[in-house]
């Protein structure tokens, strides 16, 4: 018997189960998850990286190769390849059986009802077909670069230093100067204006009829970390030409600007490996840097660096607290280039790796530096690099004349929030020692400038009729438990039944620990109906702490933070909220324990603990789903 593929809109058919089996077996579920995750050894024959499904600074997904399994012990995914691809792409179960089959070297076989062969009949999902139409859509580019009215674009390649070769390996094109060359191709080929207009390549004209979006343009195939093309990019060729200098595939299903680096398909292996990137300005300057052997360059793509590209790229740097590589950024020396690296400074905080900025000398971007001085000026220049930190702290400097006291005063201050911001305290401690001297501070003023600054980010001034928890517990949890604990005084019938359940240990806030234990002495929520209206008092009584005491009058006049009357849901929501980070911890805990668990030496052992993880893990995402309902 063959597995139904009935989803997402397919009509009835069925893939071989012998296809299916074929498929598990020959593919190597390392090489599939590899495309977006790098993954290094975890021992027993296990491999571990930081999970593509959620972000993540300690690596907790686990690919079992032998039987072709993953597992996320943060966040609870895990399946075979096949589910890898349904979940990482959003294909449907035939979609992920047959691009497995063809990484594989063979076609899959459909069958009817009867178990008779015949051909498939499931729809493309949106996302194949858009795959399909860019596929095309880069052939056609392709081909179009060798005919005669290409010769401008062409000659724009010679004229950067790229060979016939470096267009083939890069996949340039050319799309002609034609209202719509390509949409006519498409169409033959069977794509609906529907899609083509979904995919970014053409869009309606006043007339109604559909026109290419790039035209007379050179064109560079914008591909995933799998291969895949999920869009392109257009070089303006002509003066003629109204447009941008760049004109880029629009949001599209598949083509995410903020998520999105070009060259990052032939990059990621070199990255994976050397545990180092770099990042560059445009198209150009990729292919250069990889021509000039520095194969580890990606650029963004029409948009800023962000916290998107960096989750990316953390993946493939196996960024985490075992794990420390080097992110690099290449800026000019200028103002904008400046501007630049106090933003890539912000994000830096992201990222464990270390991170530098490269200068490009006289201005020039890697694509003219090799033009100019070679190859082996590309390697300078990321050999050159320094630390980013160092870079902004130095360039702030100069900005004040420390001739004076007025401008040493200023750069002092000036260079406090930058140093609050450092992620590592080691290099904090260092910096501060270096800029003191620098700025002629003293040190220990300094480093008391900078804790405060440090420390201060973020923070509220207390107020003495709330009594706002004394240490840091997320805002949004503790204000979660004081509301528990007003429901349990001002409505216990209500809160009572859930609230007795959870105890004291989930209360990190010293005060709303101290008043939860007092509400179990005086007998619980629950029992409150036999006190009356002296339920409040008799936990008063039951309080240890003059301060708690105090805090209990309060609690019970204060209003809820609810407009309607609450109800169970509400109850349970809060005490969701409470419970989460607790179990969270626990999770993260037992993940670690289980990392020290060799499970070729204790395999008992280790099913015990991975026994109690899962519970845990379904603990907490019971936990998540009620606290957001």
């Avoid at 024959?45 to 032998?66: I, K, W, Y």
């Avoid at 805002?475 to 004081?482: E, M, S």
Wanted: charged share 25%; net charge neutral; aromatic share 6%.
């Amino acid at each position: 018997m063959g597995i139904r593929t009935v989803r997402r809109g397919e009509v009835a058919g069925r893939i071989r189960q012998a296809d299916i089996q074929r498929v598990r077996e020959q593919i190597d579920i390392a090489d599939v998850i590899s495309e977006r995750v790098t993954l290094r050894n975890a021992g027993g024959g296990n491999q571990m990286g930081l999970c593509p499904f959620h972000d993540e600074r300690s690596p907790s997904f686990n690919v079992t190769p032998a039987r072709g399994v993953y597992h996320c012990f943060g966040c609870g995914v895990g399946g075979d390849a096949i589910t890898f691809l349904m979940e990482a792409d959003g294909l449907s179960f035939a979609e992920a059986v047959e691009r497995l089959a063809a990484k594989a070297g063979f076609q899959v076989t459909y069958e009817d009802d009867a178990g008779r062969r015949s051909s498939p009949r499931h729809k493309p999902g949106q996302r194949q077909r858009l795959l399909d139409i860019n596929s095309t859509a880069t052939e056609f580019f392709q081909q179009h670069l060798t005919a005669p009215d290409a010769s401008i674009a062409r000659e724009f390649l010679t004229g950067r230093g790229f060979g016939k070769d470096a267009a083939e390996h890069f996949g340039c094109g050319f799309a002609p100067d034609s209202w719509d060359a390509l949409t006519k191709h498409l169409r033959a080929k069977g794509f609906s204006a529907d899609d083509i207009t979904a995919a970014g390549l053409a869009k309606p004209a006043r007339t109604g009829n559909l026109i290419d979006r790039f035209r007379q343009r050179l064109i560079w195939p914008i591909r995933d970390t799998s291969g895949a093309t999920i869009g392109f990019g257009g070089r303006k060729l002509s003066d003629d030409d109204p447009g941008p200098k760049y004109l880029n595939t629009p949001e599209t299903p598949l083509y995410k600007k903020s998520q999105v680096l070009y060259g990052i398909d032939l990059a990621r292996k070199h990255i994976a490996h050397s545990g180092r990137v770099a990042i560059v300005e445009g198209y150009t300057d990729v292919m250069a840097a990889h021509l000039a052997g520095v194969p580890v360059a990606v650029a963004t793509c029409g948009t800023a660096f962000g916290s998107e590209h960096i989750r990316l790229l953390r993946r493939f740097l196996f960024d985490s607290d075992s794990y420390t590589g080097e992110i690099i950024f290449t800026f000019d020396g200028d103002e904008a280039g400046m501007r630049a690296a106090r933003k890539a400074f912000q994000g830096d905080q992201q990222f464990i790796a270390n991170t530098f900025v490269a200068i490009t000398p006289d201005g020039m971007d890697p694509c003219e530096l090799r033009q100019n001085k070679g190859d082996q000026a590309v390697h300078d220049l990321i050999a050159s690099r320094e630390a980013l930190a160092k870079f902004v702290l130095d360039n702030e400097i100069q900005k004040h004349d420390l001739d004076t006291p007025e401008g040493r005063t200023h750069a002092q201050q000036a260079v406090v929030p930058i140093l609050g911001a450092l992620k590592s305290g080691v290099y904090q401690n260092d910096y501060v020692k270096t800029i003191a001297a620098a700025v002629g501070a003293d040190e220990a003023d300094l480093k008391r400038a900078v804790r405060n600054a440090r420390h201060g980010q973020g923070a509220r001034p207390e107020s003495s009729t709330t009594r706002r928890p004394t240490h840091q517990t997320d805002p949004v949890i503790a204000q979660a438990q004081r509301e528990a604990l007003k429901l349990a005084l001002q409505n216990p019938a209500l809160a009572g039944p859930y609230f007795d359940e959870v105890d004291s240990t989930v209360y990190t806030e010293g005060q709303y620990r101290v008043i939860r234990e007092a509400i179990a002495r005086a007998g619980g929520a629950g029992s409150a109906a036999t006190a009356g209206a002296n339920w409040a008092s008799e936990v008063v009584a039951a309080c240890d702490d003059m301060a708690a005491s105090a805090l209990v009058n309060e609690l019970v006049v204060e209003p809820l933070f609810i407009d309607s009357a609450p109800d169970h849901h509400y109850v349970q929501r809060l005490l969701a909220q409470i419970q989460r980070p607790v179990v969270a911890r626990d999770v993260e805990e037992m993940k670690q324990r289980l990392k020290r668990v060799n499970p070729s030496n204790d395999q008992e052992e280790y099913m015990r603990l991975f026994g109690e993880l899962v519970a845990a893990e379904k603990q907490l995402r019971a936990l998540r789903d009620k606290a957001s309902d």
